[in-house]
Nanobody
Framework: QVQLVESGGGLVQPGGSLRLSCAAS????????RAWFRQAPGKEREFVAA????????LYADSVKGRFTISRDNAKNTVYLQMNSLKPEDTAVYYC???????????????WGQGTQVTVSS
């Protein structure tokens, strides 16, 4: 059974940092692209960041560029999202996903985690 499990969410003050992790099990995800999406209450799921299979190519939403960094460790089948300079508007449930080829469109992703809540508030 394929599983993606996110961790690392929580409550943080504006300007703070969090590091999300997404561990994959059930199959090898080292040859597929991985991505992070987020969904705030009442809003559609939106693209945050993506990384290709080797880690050599990354893509970011304009809203997080320069603040968030996506990375991966294929030996551990895990992808990370380092989030710095967090803002209240970053508050959302963050989901990791996997597919063949990098894409910003959530409809193309076959595998999803259950999500982890990130709340940025003073």
């Amino acid at each position: 059974q394929v599983q993606l499990v996110e961790s690392g969410g929580g409550l943080v003050q504006p300007g703070g940092s969090l590091r999300l992790s997404c561990a994959a099990s059930g199959r090898a995800f080292s040859s597929v692209a991985r991505a992070w999406f987020r969904q705030a209450p009442g809003k559609e799921r939106e693209f945050v960041a993506a990384i290709n299979w080797s880690g050599g190519s990354t893509l970011y939403a304009d809203s997080v560029k320069g603040r968030f960094t996506i990375s991966r460790d294929n030996a551990k089948n895990t992808v990370y999202l380092q989030m710095n300079s967090l803002k209240p508007e970053d508050t959302a449930v963050y989901y990791c996903a996997a597919r063949n080829g990098v894409s910003t469109d959530p409809r193309g992703y076959a595998y999803w985690g259950q999500g982890t809540q990130v709340t940025v508030s003073s």
